[in-house]
Every structure is written in C-alpha cells, then in structure tokens.
C-alpha cells in the first residue's frame, strides 16, 4: 500500500506561483510512476503532470506546458508541482497519484493510489 499526502495549496492571484508537494509512504516509493491531475467544479478529473521513477521522463499537458514543472526527491519520498504563471483556469482541487508500474500514465483510471487532494485558486 502507498500513502499520499498532498500540500501547498492555497489562494494566490493570477501570474503568481505555488508549488505543491506530495509525501509518500508505505511500500518503496522510488519505484512508482508518480502524477498531478486537478478538478475543477462541474468538470472531469484533468491530466495535468506525471513522472517515471527515475525523474529522467517528464510528461505535461499541453494547457500547462511551459509553465508548470513536475520534480522528485526519492531520497525525501516526495513529488512536487511547480506552478508558475498561474491562470484563473488553473483554479482546481489538484490531486497526486501513483502507480506500482514503470510506465508513466496520462490517465486517471491508470492511477492506484491517490491522495485528498490540495485546493488551488487563483484569483483574477
């Protein structure tokens, strides 16, 4: 089993920058595929980041490209989110996940693990 727990949410206004965190514990982190997903109200849980096990493969959606860095510290158990030029659209509930396979999924239902997720808003 994996445990997630998500933080660094919080209110911020629009151009400005948050970075999440996400701890994990339980079974051998460094093995996972991590990723960052968001939903919004009235809307589908979103793609948003994921990493393979080493940190080396990056994969972003193309709305956040640019401008959103996804990282890990295994050493630490520890996925975050650097969230830069943020935008009222990136307004979300952002949740972590993490699978027990190598390959890196853009998918929700993909995911076996996720955390509580962290509110993000950014203001206009």
């Known amino acids: 089993q994996v445990q997630l727990v998500e933080s660094g949410g919080g209110l911020v206004q629009a151009g400005g920058s948050l970075r999440l965190s996400c701890a994990a514990s339980?079974?051998?982190?460094?093995?996972?595929?991590m990723g960052w997903f968001r939903q919004a109200p009235g809307k589908e849980r979103e793609f948003v980041a994921a990493?393979?096990?080493?940190?080396?493969?990056?994969y972003y959606a193309d709305s956040v490209k640019g401008r959103f860095t996804i990282s890990r510290e295994n050493i630490k158990n520890t996925v975050y989110l650097q969230m830069n030029s943020l935008k009222p659209e990136d307004t979300a509930v952002y949740y972590c996940?993490?699978?027990?396979?190598?390959?890196?999924?853009?998918?929700?239902?993909?995911?076996?693990?996720w955390g509580q997720g962290t509110q993000v808003t950014v203001s206009s």
């Open positions: 996940a993490a699978d027990g396979r190598l390959k890196v999924f853009t998918t929700a239902s993909d995911y076996n693990y």
């Open positions: 339980g079974r051998t982190f460094s093995i996972y595929a």
């Open positions: 990493i393979n096990w080493s940190g080396g493969n990056t």
